[in-house]
Structure formats: C-alpha cells, structure tokens
C-alpha cells in the first residue's frame, strides 16, 4: 500500500522561529491534506493541497505531486502552534476518500 | 453550517460488550469515513459509507461494523470488545469522496476496562 512518511518526528522551537515540516508519499495521490491536531483529539484542517501552493496567515503549504512531497511552513511561530501535524494522502486509484496518514510531527513551542 | 458532530465523545465499556458511535456530517455530504486513532497504530481507516452503501473497508476484523442512514448520518458497532480497541475514533465527512476535502469530528473515545 501507499507510504506516507513524515519528517521530523519531533520539533523544538523558541516562539518567534519558522519551521518546516516534511511529507514524502509513494504513489500518486489525487488528495493531499495536512491537519493539526488539538489537545482534545480533534484534526483540525490546515490544507487541501493536492499540488500547488497555498498560504493562510502564518501556514503556508507547497506539494509537488511529480516529485511526491508536500511541505508544510509555520512562521513567526506561536505556543498555541503546538501540537501534532498529520499529513494524510488518498491514493490516486481509489474510488473512495480513504486517507492514508503519516505518523505525525510532535510540534513543541515554547515561550 | 454545522460541523460534523460525533456521539456519545467519552465512553467506557467492559470487555465483551458491545458499543455503539454516532456521526452526523456536514449538512450536503454524503460521504463518511471512520478512522481508529491509537498510540501505537497510529491514525488507521476503519471504512467508508457513500450514499448507505460501503464503499470501501480497511483492515479491521468483522467485529468492527457500520451502516449509512438516508441522511447521511452513520453508526459504526464494535461487537465483543477488547482491550485494544481502546481509541479514539473519528468521523470524517467530505461532499462526495474520493478527490475531495475530508472534514472531522471531535472525535469519541473508547476506554474498554
């Protein structure tokens, strides 16, 4: 099956720092998604970025989908930034919306 | 527009028993998704309904079992319970599937004693 893998596991930050958070995949993809989990559990969506590039606020997000990665950038970070990033893909070959998730970067601010 | 909403959110159940999860999409989707989240597996696929129909399985055993109402909205029931299914499950819903954003719920979580 597809993999997803996600680099780095863990990320220590002073608040203020950027960052760059890795997703590399396997196969085509025709859904790439990044999301931040909160403390209560809950995935909150970040991006819907199959190819391209797109920014919100501090977060922007690039995937190169003929080179099978995704990026996820956090600037000028801030402690309510921590938390845990999933990226999830869905294969190209699917008929449904199953997502494949990686195992996450452990995002750690401090003030 | 309402988000997609998960019930009951805690749950804690006795080994053998049987338990029932409620998820209710966003208002126009059709498609939902359930997915087990554990420390050690990491985020997994459970299934997928579209239109009261399962459109796709993930490899769960068949003590795991779900439907799709007209609505739209979806149970999953997790029969004889174990140890490890101890989780958090979470319900996503997208418009129609496959190449479209996928949107969660806050999740319930499963502790079987």
């Known amino acids: 099956g597809i993999q997803v893998e996600q680099s780095p596991p863990d990320l220590i930050l002073q608040e203020g720092a950027n960052s760059t958070l890795r997703c590399n995949f396997s196969?085509?993809?025709?859904?790439l998604q990044w999301f931040h989990q909160n403390p209560w559990g809950q995935l909150i969506n970040l991006f819907y970025?199959?190819?391209g590039t797109k920014q919100n606020g501090r977060l922007s997000a690039t995937t190169v989908a003929t080179e099978r990665y995704s990026l996820l950038y956090i600037s000028s970070s801030q402690t309510t930034d921590s938390g845990v990033y999933f990226c999830?893909?869905?294969?190209?070959?699917?008929?449904?919306?199953?997502?494949?998730f990686g195992e996450g970067t452990q995002l750690t601010v401090n003030p | 527009k309402a988000g997609v909403t998960q019930t009951p959110r805690y749950l804690i159940k006795t080994r053998g028993q049987q338990v029932t999860l409620s998820c209710s999409p966003i208002?126009?989707?059709?498609?939902v998704s359930w997915y087990q989240q554990t420390p050690g597996q990491g985020l997994q696929f459970l299934f997928e309904?579209?239109?009261?129909?399962?459109?796709n399985k993930g490899n769960f055993p068949g003590r795991f079992s779900g439907r799709q109402f007209s609505n739209s909205r979806s149970e999953m029931n997790v029969s004889t319970l174990e140890l490890g299914d101890s989780a958090l499950y979470l319900c996503?819903?997208?418009?129609?599937?496959?190449?479209?954003?996928?949107?969660f719920g806050p999740g319930t979580r499963l502790t079987v004693t």
């Open positions: 208002s126009g989707h059709r498609s």
């Open positions: 970025i199959p190819s």
């Open positions: 999830a893909v869905q294969l190209r070959e699917t008929s449904g919306s199953r997502l494949t």
């Open positions: 309904y579209f239109s009261e129909t399962q459109r």
């Open positions: 196969d085509s993809v025709n859904n």
């Open positions: 996503a819903s997208s418009l129609l599937g496959a190449g479209y954003e996928q949107y």
